[in-house]
């Protein structure tokens, strides 16, 4: 049974960092591809970044390109989303996704597994 759990949220004032952390099991991890959405209250939920079982990543909306930075760990199964220079905007619940696969993906639907989330909060 495949398993993600996220940690590494908290509460952290505008310009601080966060490491999200997603533990993994149930699979073989260097044959999925893993990504990291996050959701406020209200919206959709985004892509944030994704990362293929090579390491090549991807990033979703402009407001994170440069600050986040995806990374993974396949032999301890672990995927990584460094977040730097936080804005408040960045508030949401984030999730760790994961879809068998070599290619990338951004779409939620295309993620069938997926953890609980781990809620991030920046206060400015």
């Known amino acids: 049974q495949v398993q993600l759990v996220e940690s590494g949220g908290g509460l952290v004032q505008a310009g601080g960092s966060l490491r999200l952390s997603c533990a993994a099991s149930?699979?073989?991890?260097?044959?999925?591809?893993t990504g990291w959405f996050r959701q406020a209250p209200g919206k959709e939920r985004e892509f944030v970044a994704g990362i293929t079982y090579r390491g090549d990543g991807s990033y979703g909306p402009d407001i994170v390109k440069g600050r986040f930075a995806i990374s993974r760990d396949n032999a301890k199964k672990m995927v990584y989303l460094q977040m730097n220079n936080l804005k408040p905007e960045d508030t949401a619940v984030y999730y760790c996704a994961a879809a068998l696969g070599f290619r990338m993906v951004t779409a939620p639907l295309e993620y069938p597994y997926w953890g609980w989330g781990t809620q991030v909060t920046v206060s400015s």
């Open positions: 149930g699979l073989t991890l260097s044959t999925y591809t």
